[in-house]
């Protein structure tokens, strides 16, 4: 485990280097925040729809643009780049499992944008626009729970596209649909409470809303007492099946592998 824990630590610190891209990342949430609510203001004004407000939108667009910054998305983009240059070759002749060090890896950067881009912006966002409290102990506790299956399955979903690679010598056209059908369906910019029924049939039958509006959603209590440990409880689910479904497609990709560059 020391050999797993140095290579968080040095992901950890490789992040460091990039000091300007974390205040550009700051920057950037804050503006799509203030974007995000300025049209929420015009939308509900001082009124409400279907018992949602504008401190409710304020706080849920807050919350999710933290929640994204924090998620391991990278993965994907990572670990296509070093199929094509040939250096996924030196990361097998490591003496370590490949998948737990990616894991590894990106659980260092999410660390790091957890601390110096998500809670920066929660505060400069809080600051401007206003931020309380979840709405209970349990529904801070449910938040917590979500964020890290947000985790693991935001890891799954990069891996499992990652893996796609081998087969496809790229994921560009993988990552673009990912990418769509996360926009929608996370309702990380529209919750899925405005959905119409059958799309929120769609929505509630895919794992894209653990990625934005279920953790979201807990914090405000919009997911109240059993009926939010049951949400968990299927996103556990979601999270250990598609790690299952990556654990099988990366021992067949093994039989695969082409390897680019070098």
Not at 50 to 74: C, D, E, F, K, R
Not at 193 to 211: D, I, K, M, N, T
Request: net charge positive; hydrophobic share 55%; aromatic share 16%.
């Amino acid at each position: 485990m020391s050999t797993y824990l140095a290579f968080f630590v040095k992901s950890f610190k490789k992040s460091l280097a990039y000091r300007s891209q974390v205040w550009l990342s700051i920057v950037g949430n804050c503006i799509s925040i203030a974007i995000q609510i300025a049209i929420w203001k015009a939308l509900l004004g001082s009124g409400s729809v279907s018992g949602v407000s504008l401190p409710n939108m304020i706080i849920y667009t807050i919350l999710n643009t933290a929640v994204a910054a924090v998620l391991m998305n990278g993965l994907i983009s990572d670990a296509n780049k070093r199929l094509n240059t040939g250096d996924i070759a030196l990361d097998l002749l490591k003496p370590l499992h490949y998948p737990l060090y990616l894991f590894i890896d990106q659980l260092g950067k999410s660390a790091f944008r957890l601390i110096f881009t998500a809670l920066p912006t929660l505060l400069i966002a809080g600051l401007f626009f206003g931020f309380t409290a979840p709405a209970s102990f349990s529904s801070g506790l449910a938040f917590f729970v979500a964020l890290l299956i947000a985790l693991l399955i935001s890891f799954a979903l990069g891996y499992l596209i990652a893996l796609l690679s081998f087969w496809f010598l790229t994921t560009m056209h993988f990552e673009w649909t990912f990418i769509g059908l996360m926009a929608v369906f996370s309702g990380s910019y529209l919750p899925i409470w405005f959905f119409p029924p059958g799309w929120l049939e769609v929505a509630q039958a895919l794992p894209f809303q653990f990625l934005g509006y279920v953790p979201a959603a807990l914090y405000m209590g919009k997911i109240p007492g059993g009926s939010a440990w049951l949400t968990l409880s299927i996103g556990m689910a979601w999270a250990l099946g598609l790690l299952g479904l990556t654990g099988w497609l990366w021992s067949t990709s093994m039989k695969r592998l082409v390897v680019q560059g070098g």
